[in-house]
């Protein structure tokens, strides 16, 4: 049995995937950065053994979790140079290869899931697609983590204001540099298996993250105070190395889709229920104080960030808005 994973370092456009025969047995290496018990890593190993079996076993999705083979910095040039096949960052982190991405991390851009979803599963998810072709890259699926809450070892935030003079871990993105530095805090870019120590030796205040990150990586551990303020959102562009996706039997990649639609279905509304689970959990812990913001603190909130939106609009062009639907 042959398998068709390449090790070797090379160029994106230099990779030369082999023509898939009859016989050969599939492998693609599937990489991620968050654990096993959160919705990107059931979803993982979910499409892994879906496909297993819908293909009688000829193709084989290894799953690599917890940053285990690549840091969120080196998925993307690994996925180019074809160590990895697949690869699922969130969104945010595709902002330096395709900028007016960046949108996607506006905050409160909507208020709740099912808002970004018409937008992903519409126009806006068309035109990344086509962004992620140009980068030989193509789109499987979006999958959601949920949204984004604070949390901090120095105080409980309600308002804008409290965060002034924190350092906090961010995702890279310009966006979110831009927001943070609105609120005067300074936003350190940090890997995401690094941020843990990074809390707990205290160089950083605080981060901003769903409740199935805090959770499985332990940042309640080492942080006082969580605000719940679904500020913004996480989701991920479950991406496939275009050569090694054009050298697949067409039959293999209508099993690739087909269950990737399946998947994304799935993970969606267990993205819903472990965020459920995992907060009652947190909860239970009493080692960290969680503060609810109510409708009229979201409200200053959003008022208050309304100059980034401007701002934002300007830089990407209002042109950007209407292409995603936004
Ligand atoms: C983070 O870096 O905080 C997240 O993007 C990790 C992830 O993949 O959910």
Redesign the pocket.
Known sequence: IFALTFLTACTPKAIDYEQVSEKEKIVIRFS???GED?P?GQAARLFAKLLKERTNGKVEVQVFSNGSLYK?TEELNALAEGHVQMV???I??LTDLIPELGVFDLPYLYPDLNGYHQVLDGTAGKSIAERLKKNHMILLGIWD?GLKQFTNNVKPIRAPEDLAGLTM?I?PSTVLDHQFKMLQVRPVPI??ND?YLALEEGKING????I??IYTKRFYQVQRYMTLSNHGY?G?LVIMNESFWNRLPSDIQKDITDTMRDVTKWERDEAVKIEQEQLKEINKCSCIQIVQLNEAEKERWKQFYQPLYQEMKQKFGPGIFEEFGL
């Not at 981060?207 to 769903?210: L, S, V």
């Open positions: 991620h950065v968050v959160t990107k969120d699922a960052p969130a945010s982190k983590n871990r995702m890997n995401f941020v981060q901003e993250n769903t199935s990150n996480l991920y």
